[in-house]
């Protein structure tokens, strides 16, 4: 059983791959090499194994098929080559932070993006006193 689920993960993860490729791969034209640094916003410390993950995004703002997927490493960064020119939406994800978006345009050969994490803020509960001095009943 540990096998067919060895090999189930293998193909997932080669046909995730060979997904990420053909994203790159079907627009013709001019291509970017992105870099991006994770790190704390409150100090400014490198975020290890964050995820990463690109989605190409059409004219309208609608977020196209496809997406790619990368991790940080210790020193909080990950690259890739071949990224087509156009938007791309960004998401970072980590345990024990916000999690993280946003849209960028793609537009020189070579870009590094740096995002800033945030630690979760605390919720807000109705019955808090929360700078409205109406209890609940």
């Known amino acids: 059983m540990k096998r067919n689920c060895s090999m189930v993960m293998v193909v997932a993860l080669v046909l995730g791959f060979g997904a990420g490729l053909a994203w790159t791969q079907d627009d013709e034209g001019p291509t970017s090499r992105l870099r991006f640094v994770v790190v704390r916003d409150s100090d400014g410390k490198p975020v290890r194994d964050a995820a990463v993950v ?5 004219r309208k703002g609608k977020q196209a098929q496809g997406e790619m997927d990368l991790k940080t490493g210790a020193e909080g960064r990950t690259s890739v080559d071949g990224i087509p020119y156009g938007p791309l939406r960004v998401q970072v994800l980590a345990p024990h932070f ?12 070579e870009m590094e993006i740096t995002v800033k994490l945030k630690r979760p803020g605390g919720q807000y509960s109705v019955y808090e006193k929360n700078g409205d ?3 609940p009943q």
């Open 54 to 58: 690109l989605h190409p995004v059409k």
């Open 98 to 109: 916000q999690s993280f978006g946003e849209d960028y345009e793609i537009n020189k050969a």
């Open 133 to 135: 001095d109406k209890k």
